[in-house]
T-cell receptor
Framework: DAGVIQSPRHEVTEMGQEVTLRCKPI?????LFWYRQTMMRGLELLIY????????DSGMPEDRFSAKMPNASFSTLKIQPSEPRDSAVYFC????????????FGQGTRLTVV | GNSVTQMEGPVTLSEEAFLTINCTYT??????LFWYVQYPGEGLQLLLK?????DKGSNKGFEATYRKETTSFHLEKGSVQVSDSAVYFC???????????FGSGTRLQVQP
């Protein structure tokens, strides 16, 4: 398997623009997670899905952020409108069913909002 | 709620030195514990894990033992190499919340 695939790897956008980050989880994994990594706050869980259903979105910073998982092989994280404080590395991860199973991470998308 | 506390970094060692990175946790029930490693510009990779008390996870010379009595999962390696330079994250997941809770990360720098 190719692992968790994220796109784009790098995104530079202007403040106020819409940004969409994409993720393809590992086939057969039924949980998907979006994390944000910054120097100040470390790794923060934004949202996670189980069987394509959002289970916990309490980490989504505000209404400008939204995430979808229309099917088992694709998820998006959208920021609209983007702000400079959204600049971070965004990771997608997936994991199979079962207690104690680890999450597998993508390479991340480095977002810069200018 | 769940939380993970790691020692502050950076940790700077000479090659072949002994490594310990401390990790303690707070969780309800019996969590699974993990160590992840992140190399520059990359995502996180699982280094090792332990799913119940007294389990020892090991991989690539690294070890960590799940200590329920001290709620700890310290990472150790007997002889570090320059190639071990990276950021190490301790994490947990529990039965009720499968998403990982991460510590703040510890940067390790190994000098030749």
């Amino acid at each position: 398997d190719a692992g968790v695939i994220q796109s784009p790897r790098h995104e530079v956008t202007e403040m106020g623009q819409e940004v969409t980050l994409r993720c393809k989880p590992i086939s057969g994994h039924n949980s998907l997670f979006w994390y944000r990594q910054t120097m100040m706050r470390g790794l923060e869980l934004l949202i996670y899905f189980n069987n394509n259903v959002p289970i916990d979105d309490s980490g989504m910073p505000e209404d400008r952020f939204s995430a979808k998982m229309p099917n088992a092989s694709f998820s998006t994280l959208k920021i609209q409108p983007s702000e400079p404080r959204d600049s971070a590395v965004y990771f997608c991860a997936s994991s199979p069913t079962g207690q104690g199973t680890e999450a597998f991470f993508g390479q991340g998308t480095r977002l810069t909002v200018v | 709620g769940n939380s993970v506390t790691q020692m502050e970094g950076p940790v700077t060692l000479s090659e072949e030195a002994f490594l310990t990175i401390n990790c303690t946790y707070t969780a309800t029930g019996y969590p699974s514990l993990f160590w992840y490693v992140q190399y520059p510009g990359e995502g996180l990779q699982l280094l090792l894990k332990a799913t119940k008390a007294d389990d020892k996870g090991s991989n690539k010379g690294f070890e960590a033992t799940y200590r329920k009595e001290t709620t700890s999962f310290h990472l150790e390696k007997g002889s570090v190499q320059v190639s071990d330079s990276a950021v190490y994250f301790c994490a947990l997941s529990d039965r009720g919340r499968r998403a990982l809770t991460f510590g703040s990360g510890t940067r390790l720098q190994v000098q030749p």
